[in-house]
C-alpha cells in the first residue's frame, strides 16, 4: 500500500481518537495495544513535505536573535575528554573545536588546524599545523600547547587518575604528542593506526591556561565540566539550569567570525511530544521531536520537516559478564538468537516509528563504507524458530507460561532512557512479543544519566536499549570502541563484557590497515562474527526526524552532525520573530 493510501487511513484514525489526544496523552500501553489490534497501520510520511529549500525568504542574513532548540534529556557533562553522550555532545560542540571536523557527509574538514594532515612514509606521524590568530574566548591564544595538554590528560602515565573514554584506545596506539612550536603539533603513535584522524582528530581541545595546574584526579569533578568560564567555539557557556535549561552567548572572538545568533538556548522538556507540541507553538525553533510526530507535524505551517538515516542503530544490549546473575541467561547465545528471532522487526519500524526507521542485522549502519550487505546470519521475525531454539537449550515454559531451567526463570529487566515515548514503546512492544514465547521481560524506564552510568561504570542491567550513532565515518568508532575486550574497563564503552579473541584480532587488524577496501573486507568479517554472537542485537537504523520552524536559516543538519559537528551554526540566522 502507497503512503498516498496510507495517510488518509491515519487522518481518520486521528479524527476518531482526537489528534491532540492521540500524540499528547497516548502511552507506550495504548500504542502496544493498538499495535496488536492493528489498528495502527503503515503511517508512511508524505512523500511532498516540504524541504529545507522551502524555508524563510530569501534575503541578507540578519545578526540577532537566540535560537531555541528543544530536547527532552538533559546534559550529563561538558567534558569532551571524556564523553560521548550524544545529548551533552550538543553543547560540547558549540562551545570548542578540534583540530578537524566533518561534514554532514562524513568529509573530513580541517577546523583548528590548517589542513587535514597526511601521515609520514611509515604511517607513524601525523604533523598538524594551527590557524593562526586563534583566541579562547577571553583574549588568550589558543596554542599548541592547549593541543598537547588536553591530549596528554587523555593518554600519558602521569595523568592516569584522569579518567577519559577514550584512554584505552589512545595508551594503545599513542606514542607522544609535542609542540615543538605554538603552531605546530606532533603526534607519534606506536603502530599504524587509520582511524586516528577521523576519531580523534577531533576531540575540543581544553585551555591548559585555566586548568592545567589542576590535579588529573581533581580535575575529573572540577567545576569547570559544568561550568566553563572560557571556550573557543561559536559559543560561550553562561548558565546551565539542570533539567531545565542551557543558556549559551555568541563568542566574538571566534577563529570562523562570530555568528549571526546572539545566543542559543538548550531548552528541555518531559518527553517527544511536549516537544512536536513545542515545535508547533514556536516555544522551541528547531527540535528531534522523534517518529511519533513526523505525520502530525505535516499540518504545522510553520516547521519544514527533515528526515535522512543516521549513521547508527538501535541496539538492545545484554549483560555478559559471567560474574553477573543476568549471564544464566543470557550466557547462551542460541537463548540470544531466539530472543531476535522473536521479534517482529518490520512491524516495530513500520507503526512505532512510523516508517521512520528500517530494519537491519548488522551493527554497522547502512550508510558506513563499510557495511555487510551479505550477513550469513539474519534474523527475520520467526516464532517458531524462537521456540525451537528455547527449547533446545533447555528452557521449559512452566504452569505460569514462563519458561525455565534449573529453577531459574527467563525474565529480566530491559532498561531505556525515560522520556522517550519510541523507545518506551518499543520495551512494551518487545515485553508482548518475547510473553509470546515463554519470556518474562519488565521495561524499566530509567534517567538518560543514569543509563550511560549503567553501560560505562555500574553495569547491574540485564538488557538495555540503546541507540549507538556514529559521530566518526570510520567503522572503527561503533565496532571497536563496544566489542572488543579492551572496552570492558571502568569507563569504557563495552558495558556488555563482550569478549571474543577473533573480533579483537580483526578489529586491530583492520585499524593497522590504510586500504580502504583490504579494511571493508575485515570488518565483513567482524560484522558476521558479532550477527553469530549477537551480543549486541540490532532492531532498527532509525531516520534523524526534525522539526525546524521556517524562521531559521542554515540549520543543515545532515547524517553526521545531527549529534556532531555543525561546522555551519556560524552562518545560521533568524527570518523574523516567532
Not at 571566534?254 to 538548550?266: E, F, I, K, Q, S
Not at 538468537?337 to 551493527?363: M, N, P
Not at 550508510?367 to 550469513?376: E, G, I, K, P
Not at 563482550?498 to 575485515?522: C, F, G, M
Request: with cysteine; glycine share 6%.
Amino acid at each position: 500500500m502507497s503512503s498516498d493510501e496510507t495517510y488518509p487511513m491515519f487522518e481518520q484514525f486521528l479524527q476518531v481518537w482526537s489528534r491532540r489526544r492521540f500524540f499528547k496523552a497516548v502511552a507506550a500501553s495504548a500504542v502496544w495495544a493498538a499495535f496488536r489490534a492493528g489498528d495502527v497501520e503503515c503511517l508512511a510520511a508524505q512523500p511532498n513535505s516540504p524541504r529545507l529549500s522551502a524555508q524563510a525568504p530569501a534575503g541578507p542574513p540578519r545578526k540577532g536573535g537566540q535560537l531555541v532548540e528543544g530536547g527532552f534529556a538533559d546534559v550529563t557533562t561538558l567534558n569532551s575528554l571524556n564523553t560521548l553522550d550524544n545529548v551533552s555532545t550538543w553543547i560540547i560542540i558549540l562551545l570548542g573545536d578540534g583540530l578537524l571536523d566533518i561534514t554532514s557527509a562524513g568529509e573530513l574538514i580541517p577546523a583548528l588546524a590548517s589542513e587535514v594532515p597526511k601521515p609520514s612514509a611509515d604511517q607513524l606521524t601525523y604533523t598538524f599545523k594551527l590557524r593562526s590568530g586563534i583566541e579562547w574566548s577571553d583574549g588568550h591564544p589558543l596554542t599548541a600547547e592547549d593541543v598537547a595538554f588536553s591530549y596528554r590528560l587523555m593518554f600519558v602515565p602521569e595523568t592516569k587518575d584522569f579518567i577519559s573514554l577514550f584512554r584505552p584506545a589512545l595508551e594503545q596506539f599513542l606514542s607522544s604528542v609535542d609542540a615543538p612550536d605554538p603552531a605546530t603539533i606532533v603526534f607519534r603513535l606506536k603502530k599504524p593506526w587509520a582511524p586516528f584522524l577521523a576519531e580523534y582528530g577531533r576531540i575540543r581541545i581544553q585551555p591548559k591556561h585555566m586548568i592545567g595546574a589542576v590535579s588529573p584526579k581533581a580535575l575529573n569533578t572540577h567545576p569547570f565540566w559544568s561550568a566553563p568560564t572560557v571556550s573557543s567555539g561559536p559559543f560561550k557557556f553562561v548558565k546551565w539550569d539542570k533539567g531545565q535549561q542551557v543558556v549559551l552567548a555568541r563568542n566574538d572572538r571566534y577563529w570562523r567570525g562570530p555568528a549571526l545568533l546572539d545566543g542559543y538556548v538548550m531548552k528541555l522538556v518531559p518527553n517527544a511530544v511536549v516537544l512536536a507540541e513545542q515545535l508547533r507553538t514556536g516555544e522551541v525553533d528547531v527540535a528531534q521531536p522523534d517518529a511519533t510526530a513526523w505525520v502530525s507535524l505535516a499540518s504545522a505551517k510553520n516547521i519544514v520537516r527533515k528526515s535522512f538515516l543516521l549513521p547508527g542503530a538501535t541496539w538492545y544490549v545484554y549483560n555478559l559478564d559471567p560474574t553477573k546473575p543476568s549471564y544464566k541467561l543470557f550466557g547462551d547465545k542460541n537463548v540470544r538468537k531466539a530472543l531476535q528471532y522473536s521479534l517482529d522487526r518490520v512491524r516495530i519500524a513500520r507503526t512505532i516509528y512510523f516508517e521512520q526507521a528500517v530494519t537491519g542485522d548488522c551493527e554497522l549502519p547502512s550508510v558506513s563504507w563499510a557495511y555487510n550487505s551479505h550477513l550469513h546470519n539474519t534474523y527475520p521475525f520467526n516464532k517458531n524458530r524462537a521456540e525451537e531454539l528455547l527449547d533446545a537449550a533447555g528452557w521449559v515454559r512452566g504452569a505460569d507460561g514462563v519458561r525455565a531451567k534449573g529453577g531459574t526463570k527467563l525474565a529480566f529487566e530491559i532498561l531505556t532512557n525515560a522520556g522517550n515515548k519510541v523507545r518506551e514503546s518499543i520495551l512494551v512492544a518487545m515485553q508482548g512479543m518475547w510473553k509470546d514465547v515463554g519470556v518474562d521481560a519488565t521495561p524499566r524506564p530509567i534517567q538518560n544519566s543514569q543509563l550511560v552510568a549503567q553501560l560505562t561504570s555500574i553495569r547491574t542491567f540485564d538488557v538495555m536499549l540503546r541507540v549507538a550513532l556514529a559521530n566518526s565515518p570510520d567503522p572503527d568508532e561503533l565496532l571497536g570502541g563496544f566489542f572488543t575486550t579492551s572496552g570492558t574497563v571502568t569507563g569504557g564503552l563495552n558495558g556488555m563484557h563482550y569478549s571474543n579473541p577473533e573480533v579483537d584480532k580483526l578489529i586491530d587488524q583492520a585499524a593497522a590497515t590504510t586500504s580502504p577496501s583490504v579494511r571493508k573486507e575485515i570488518y565483513a568479517r567482524v560484522q558476521d562474527l558479532l550477527s553469530d554472537d549477537l551480543p549486541a542485537a540490532p532492531l532498527v537504523y532509525q531516520k534523524g526526524v526534525w522539526g525546524i520552524n521556517k524562521r531559521v536559516v542554515g540549520w543543515n543538519v545532515g547524517p553526521y552532525n545531527t549529534t556532531n559537528n555543525r561546522p555551519w551554526i556560524k552562518d545560521v540566522w533568524l527570518a523574523g520573530t516567532k
